[in-house]
């Protein structure tokens, strides 16, 4: 399998909302000829950002979360689900989430040691391991399965793959994801009241589980 490569093109971008030094990178897939404009913050490519207040801009079909939307220098990006499976599986990548509590305004991180999606056919089901960080891991929240989203299918408003057999979880609100039924995990909402991470009132960290902004990023190890 050919490699995954990394091409620097440029250093220090500043991004809105988030303060920190940025490296902008071009990524070539293996199988494809497809160059995507990405970035690299401390070794990790962001493949998710949101800050509310971007319209129903997350309220968007299969071939958008397929593909990726967005732009990763600005408010909101979605890196594509298709790129995070020829990605992932290439070797052995970390996910970290960093979640920012409406109530609060304080920041959270989770990560874990193992995430790796399923190819189409498997609807794109996410795989995560080894769990670390303050936020709390709100894939798996063992007290309530129903909202244990490791290991779902990826769901949006035209392909259904949660377990709530009324309905689809990814309504106006809460866009597509990982839903099960549905789940207390979701970040690609467009209001601070439909995004997500539960672990973080669970554990008595915030009043409420909703989060102002939040981003998501991969490393290979
Ligand atoms: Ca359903």
Same mark, same amino acid.
């Given at each position: 399998?050919?490699?995954?490569?990394?091409?620097?093109?440029?250093?220090?971008? +500043?991004?809105? =909302?988030? @303060? @920190? =030094?940025?490296? $902008?990178?071009?990524? +070539?897939?293996?199988?494809?000829?497809?160059?995507?404009?990405?970035?690299?913050?401390?070794?990790?490519?962001?493949?998710?950002?949101?800050? &509310?207040?971007?319209?129903?801009?997350?309220?968007?079909?299969?071939? =958008?979360?397929? $593909?990726?939307?967005?732009?990763?220098? /600005?408010?909101?990006?979605?890196?594509?689900? !298709?790129?995070?499976?020829?990605?992932?599986?290439?070797?052995?990548?970390?996910?970290?989430? !960093?979640?920012?509590?409406?109530?609060?305004?304080?920041?959270?991180?989770?990560?874990?040691? @193992?995430?790796?999606? /399923?190819?189409?056919?498997?609807?794109?089901?996410?795989?995560? +391991?080894?769990?670390?960080?303050?936020?709390?891991?709100?894939?798996?929240?063992?007290?309530?399965?129903?909202?244990?989203?490791?290991?779902?299918?990826?769901?949006?408003?035209?392909? =259904?793959?949660?377990?709530?057999?009324? /309905?689809?979880?990814?309504?106006?609100? +809460?866009?597509?994801?990982?839903?099960?039924?549905?789940?207390?995990?979701?970040?690609?909402?467009?209001?601070?009241?439909? $995004?997500?991470?539960?672990?973080?009132?669970?554990?008595?960290?915030? &009043?409420?589980?909703?989060?102002?902004?939040?981003?998501?990023?991969?490393?290979?190890?």
């Amino acid at each position: 399998m050919a490699t995954f490569l990394v091409e620097i093109i440029e250093r220090n971008m +500043s991004l809105l =909302d988030f @303060s @920190s =030094d940025y490296v $902008n990178v071009n990524l +070539s897939f293996p199988n494809t000829t497809q160059h995507v404009a990405s970035i690299l913050i401390g070794g990790w490519l962001i493949i998710q950002k949101n800050v &509310p207040d971007t319209g129903s801009i997350f309220n968007r079909f299969w071939i =958008d979360y397929r $593909n990726g939307f967005g732009d990763p220098t /600005g408010k909101y990006f979605w890196f594509g689900n !298709e790129k995070l499976y020829q990605l992932t599986v290439t070797g052995n990548w970390k996910l970290r989430v !960093e979640v920012q509590s409406n109530d609060t305004g304080k920041w959270y991180s989770a990560e874990y040691a @193992s995430f790796r999606l /399923g190819n189409e056919a498997s609807k794109y089901a996410i795989n995560l +391991s080894g769990f670390t960080g303050d936020a709390g891991d709100a894939f798996n929240v063992a007290t309530y399965p129903t909202w244990v989203t490791n290991g779902m299918k990826f769901t949006t408003i035209d392909n =259904d793959n949660d377990n709530w057999s009324n /309905g689809t979880c990814t309504n106006d609100e +809460s866009g597509g994801w990982w839903w099960n039924q549905c789940g207390t995990s979701g970040l690609n909402s467009f209001t601070s009241e439909g $995004n997500s991470w539960g672990t973080l009132q669970l554990l008595g960290l915030t &009043p409420t589980r909703y989060v102002k902004s939040g981003r998501m990023m991969i490393k290979k190890n």
